[in-house]
């Protein structure tokens, strides 16, 4: 998994392929303290994410909560049919950002 | 071994795929992994696959996140059976477990937990969760997509497929054999429900049916007691050596039994190597308890009694679909008990009933059929039956010189001993005529007779024997412990109760009885009565009382002029104070009236 910080303040996570209950702890550990006041966009590359379940979707609404403290958003992009799927199930896809 | 893995491996060879994965989060993903794989070589499209691979996931991460103490050395097992038109996935986890929603609600969009049941139950199509004791299993199904006959199969897939459906053919065999075993059986017992069916012999069968198909070594039944004080053993299998079994009181200290542990918390209790029975168990000396559990079971929430199955072989402990069939038996063995005690009940009211009716012929047999004359005096007599029989009865003999025995009478006690005995004291007392004429004597000669049977059965009797003698005008009287003779002249304001009473009969051997002459003048009534007419109580439940019944016994000699009005006035008047309310007791009496 990368982790870059744009000059614009805000974070790019790639190379990430699951999100799940054994790993989303860490994960948060990690980019958490990134999410600094001028961060307005966390992206999260999903073409090479396999799978995310339901500890992982909580994971991205807490970091999701945390961006919106400072008008930010998380964007997912390139997420799989079936993670859109879930996205749409769960409704996350009101707050996230999905893009193709 | 727990038995969660026994229940996996005894159904290994049923299942199209099962695995164990230890009890970790970290080990959650390669398990699901297995599962995909295996789901995506039969031809599960990806979105399917992606859906199975979230549901098991969230199914296991449970397994792992709540499980407590040493339950988390115990892997979990996830099955899954390729079906015909679904797919179904049972995972086995050792968790205290909880009860499944009925309804399972998307938490809002910004929580941040809870949407792992909701997955679950959004992505199958049925699921159930099964609690068992150390173990429950959620079982997920989801309907195969219709279009996955299109796929052309590689001739590797066929083979794998016709491997499969080996295996699940020779799940499906040893899975109807254990069914059809099953199912005959229990049709057989529902069949016998209501009849009547001796209770020991079907629960002794029920129970070898049952050792059999759950391949038990031993078993116990113990049913309640009737004060519900205590478990009574009821059958020891295979050899009913229930003396070694005696009762065990509810109360006592739950760390000698687990039969009382169970019925106490109200669940099963297993036992085996890793719990095992104490040592002053009883269960220890009557069944093999290398394995085992203690089944309570219940009927309108009451305890009706503890079935426990045993085995002798401590690495095998019985899997669920064997608890479920423990439960499936007694559940039958509970209706049938609770039948055979209502029978018992039926049958005890029936006996009572028919005891009734035959005192009550007793009783009607012993009453005269005809009242003698005993002219200037007429009499008129009445027994009014309560609905329980009593002793009551009355009795007119003639003396042969124109005078007559009047005789009332009530035997403490009810039904046909009551009766029995009412018929005994009537012999006796008109086996002897020389007495008639001296009631005292006769009284006390009566006593001493039935005083040793009277004794023996811990009976009693109240009599108040009477000599009419027409030509002295006169009622010569000896009462053993019974009401007073209530008599009334012309010119009295109210009637008077005469005579000194004694002992009733059987009471002491030698009572001595006093004797009493009253005088019975033209226009006078006198009243021999039992105590069902005195102690008559209305609804409220005040009693009428000696002294009222001496008012309405006056108001009839006053104003009535012969013996049957006076007698159908006093009812009346009874029954109007009564007014509907049953009679607890008999009322019996004898009225005399002198004609003007």
């Not at chain 2, 219940?298 to 002798?312: D, E, K, S, Y």
């Not at chain 2, 009477?466 to 005008?473: G, I, S, T, V, Y």
């Not at chain 2, 002992?503 to 051997?509: D, R």
């Amino acid at each position: 998994m990368n982790l870059a910080a744009a000059s614009d303040g805000s974070l790019c996570v790639t190379g990430l392929d699951r999100l799940s209950a054994s790993n989303c702890a860490a994960f948060k550990e990690l980019v958490k303290p990134r999410l600094t006041d001028q961060c307005r966009l966390l992206e999260l590359d999903c073409s090479t994410m396999q799978f995310i379940d339901s500890d992982g979707f909580g994971t991205l609404v807490n970091l999701h909560r945390r961006l919106a403290v400072n008008d930010g958003k998380l964007r997912l992009k390139e997420p799989s049919p079936m993670l859109r799927q879930s996205l749409r199930m769960l409704h996350l896809d009101e707050i996230f950002e999905l893009t193709p | 071994m727990n038995p969660a893995a026994a229940s996996a491996v005894n159904r290994e060879d049923r299942v199209s795929l099962r695995l164990e994965m230890a009890c970790d989060l970290s080990a959650v993903r390669a398990a699901t992994l297995t599962v995909r794989d295996w789901l995506a070589k039969k031809g599960l499209p990806e979105l399917d696959l992606g859906g199975w691979e979230l549901v098991l996931a969230e199914a296991a991460n449970n397994a792992v996140k709540y499980v407590e103490g040493d339950a988390s050395q115990q892997p979990v097992a996830i099955e899954v059976i390729w079906g015909e038109r679904e797919i179904e996935a049972r995972v086995t986890d050792h968790t205290a477990g909880f009860d499944w929603p009925a309804e399972v609600d998307l938490p809002d969009v910004d929580a941040e937990n809870g949407r792992g049941l909701f997955l679950i139950k959004s992505l199958t199509d049925e699921v159930f969760y099964l609690r068992h004791t150390g173990q429950n299993v959620l079982v997920l199904r989801r309907a195969r997509p219709a279009n996955l006959t299109d796929i052309s199969p590689t001739v590797d897939e066929l083979q794998n497929r016709l491997a499969d459906a080996e295996l699940a053919l020779v799940d499906m065999t040893a899975e109807l054999a254990s069914s059809y075993e099953s199912l005959v059986a229990l049709f057989r017992y529902s069949a016998e429900l209501g009849a009547h069916t001796n209770l020991k012999d079907f629960s002794q069968r029920l129970l070898k049916d049952l050792m059999q198909i759950t391949e038990a070594d031993g078993a116990v039944l113990r049913l309640i007691s009737a004060d519900g004080k205590k478990l009574e053993p009821l059958l020891v299998l295979p050899g009913d050596e229930k003396n070694l079994l005696p009762p065990i009181p509810l109360n006592l200290e739950t760390d000698g039994s687990t039969e009382i542990s169970a019925a106490r918390r109200r669940q099963d209790i297993w036992f085996g190597p890793e719990e095992p029975l104490a040592a002053q168990d009883p269960l220890r000396s009557a069944m093999p308890t290398g394995n085992g559990i203690c089944h309570p079971f219940f009927v309108a929430n009451q305890l009706v009694g503890i079935a426990t199955l045993g085995r002798a072989d401590a690495d095998k402990p019985f899997a669920a679909a064997q608890v479920n069939l423990l439960h499936s038996f007694i559940d039958f063995l509970a209706i049938q008990i609770i039948n055979a005690r209502l029978l018992d009940e039926r049958t005890v009211a029936q006996v009572t009933r028919r005891e009734l009716e035959i005192a009550a012929e007793i009783q009607c047999s012993l009453l005269p059929t005809k009242i003698p004359k005993c002219p200037p005096f007429e009499m008129s007599a009445a027994y009014q039956s309560a609905l329980q029989v009593g002793g009551d009865f009355y009795d007119i003999i003639p003396a042969g010189d124109g005078s007559l025995l009047l005789v009332i009478a009530d035997v403490m006690g009810k039904g046909v001993p009551a009766a029995l005995f009412a018929a005994v004291l009537r012999s006796t007392l008109r086996s002897m005529p020389q007495l008639f004429k001296q009631p005292a004597e006769l009284m006390a000669t009566a006593n001493r007779i039935l005083f040793p049977d009277l004794t023996r059965v811990d009976m009693f009797v109240t009599a108040l024997v009477a000599c009419l003698d027409p030509q002295r005008r006169k009622l010569i009287s000896a009462n053993a412990g019974h009401c007073p003779l209530l008599v009334w002249q012309p010119g009295m304001a109210q009637a008077q109760a005469l005579g000194e009473s004694s002992l009733p009969l059987g009471i002491e051997p030698l009572t001595r009885y006093p004797q009493t002459e009253t005088d019975l003048p033209a226009g006078a009534a006198a009243l021999l009565y039992t105590d069902g007419l005195s102690e008559t109580r209305n609804a409220a439940g005040e009693m009428l009382g000696e002294e009222k019944l001496i008012r309405i016994f006056t108001q009839a000699a006053t104003q009535t002029s012969d013996c049957d009005s006076g007698r159908h006035f006093l009812l009346t008047r009874l029954g109007d104070f009564r007014d509907h309310t049953p009679m607890t007791d008999d009322q019996t009496l004898i009225y005399i009236r002198h004609h003007l």
